[in-house]
């Protein structure tokens, strides 16, 4: 289970590293099925899309939703799996997003290495 392809859901709000991840998440053998930017639109998408494995969530996002208000809604009717990445290292964000049972939590620059490595440990 852990090898197979995994669908999914990218939600990050600046462009160059939306690009960067869809790049990383792409090489390691799996499919972005969307890439959003808003926390409302991260909520419908999760929703919306079939078979989604995975959600790829930024903290920060261009709305007034943030990725962990985002998976709370998302958590009221889906289990599934997230890794938060983030440029913010305080403990209190941490805390506010453990409550939404995260798999990872992966600090900002994100590398192919830490994308495959928290990827495994969501499926494993």
Partial sequence: MADQPKKILLVEDDGVQQVIMERFINKLG???LATVSEGKAAVQSALKLKGVDLIIMDIRLSDDVDGIE???QIRQKSDVKVIYVTG???AA???RASETKFEDYIEKPVTPEKLKGAIQKAFS
Avoid: D, F, S
């Fill in 70 to 72: 985002a998976m709370k």
């Fill in 30 to 32: 799996h499919t972005v």
């Fill in 88 to 90: 913010n290292t305080e």
């Fill in 93 to 95: 964000t941490k805390e």
